[in-house]
């Protein structure tokens, strides 16, 4: 009977490997570099040779393993194609026959990186207990999983579930990093929460702890948490832009509970505060109950996940 199960979460530095049992308890986790350069060729070999390798170490058989799981930063359809993944130099790939190749023809299974992170929650994290869960990670930018019955939403071409370009703001002058204007990363990421800090205090001549030194969505939750009023501005700005965007997605999905990780996320359950209000206000009256929580595997989540795709 196969005992075990491999979780690979592929980052644009580093390979986060977990070797788990059947139930989910991680047995030993470890990382690799991602070898980006020409084209990311070396990414799936050098994955293919840490498996075994661990194999090797913890003496495990390939009638041991029920597969090996794998989130990338980039869109992978059902059949475990990747449809360009730019962190990691890769065009199109089929993720899923070269990597089973690679080791001898086990299971694979490929999903993209923020879905994955979703399952991961879902199964041992913030939402646990819960089959219809959106995840959500505020960090540089904002990522997100969609977990409908249980399943990750990846949509046509892996792309579904890509909440923080939902168009919040029409009036917007910079571009996103996706090349559109207003999109919800622009205001709800570690970034988004700076650029706000900055136009607040430049257009506002109000005393603020935040005059005194780095700005930043952690200095500017602190200076909530200190009652500085500036600062409780520019959290409800924050908390405008995410609640009508988190919203969208739950008059569309109606889930449970939102699990909200990543930097910006380490603020810890003031955030709901700032949130709910919106929410509350522009969500359909069916999807409006749904729960906020805190996502509790932090970077571990991605390896949980991807473990879980394969039980």
């Known amino acids: 009977m196969a005992n075990y199960v491999f979780g690979v979460d592929v980052g644009g530095t580093t390979v986060k490997l977990g070797l788990f049992d059947q139930s989910g308890t991680v047995i030993d986790k470890w990382e690799i570099p991602t070898r980006t350069e020409n084209g990311g060729e070396k990414i799936l070999p050098d994955i293919s040779v840490a498996i075994k390798a661990k194999m090797a170490e913890k003496s495990i058989t390939k009638e041991d393993v029920a597969g090996v799981g794998v989130g990338v930063p980039g869109p992978v359809d059902g059949n475990g194609i990747v449809h360009r993944a730019v962190n990691l130099g890769w065009a199109e790939i089929d993720l899923k026959k070269e990597l089973t190749a690679l080791l ?34 505020l960090g540089t930018g904002v990522g997100g999983g969609i977990i409908v019955n249980g399943e990750i939403m990846t949509g046509a071409t892996g792309a579904g579930g890509e909440i923080g370009h939902i168009h919040v703001e029409d009036h917007e002058t910079e571009a996103c990093g996706c090349g559109n204007y207003g999109c919800l990363e622009e205001y709800a990421s570690a970034t988004g929460i700076t650029r706000l800090a900055n136009r ?92 906020f929580a805190l996502a509790t595997l932090g970077n571990d989540a991605g390896i949980y996940g991807a473990a879980r795709m394969v039980l």
């Open 200 to 291: 607040a205090l430049k257009a506002s001549d109000k005393d603020s702890v935040l005059r005194k030194g780095e700005v930043s969505a952690k200095t500017v939750f602190d200076a909530v948490k200190a009652g500085d009023e500036l600062a409780i501005e520019i959290a409800k700005q924050f908390g405008d832009y995410l609640g009508k965007g988190l919203g969208v997605i739950a008059s569309i999905v109606n889930p449970e509970i939102f699990v909200i990780g990543g930097g910006v996320s380490k603020a810890g359950e003031v955030l709901f505060e700032y949130i709910k209000p919106s929410f509350e206000k522009t969500t359909f009256h069916g999807s409006r109950n749904a729960i």
């Open 104 to 137: 001898d023809g086990m299971r694979v299974e490929g999903g993209n990186d923020a879905n994955v992170a979703a399952l991961g929650e879902m199964w041992k994290g913030g939402g646990q207990g819960h089959k219809n869960l959106v995840a959500v990670t």
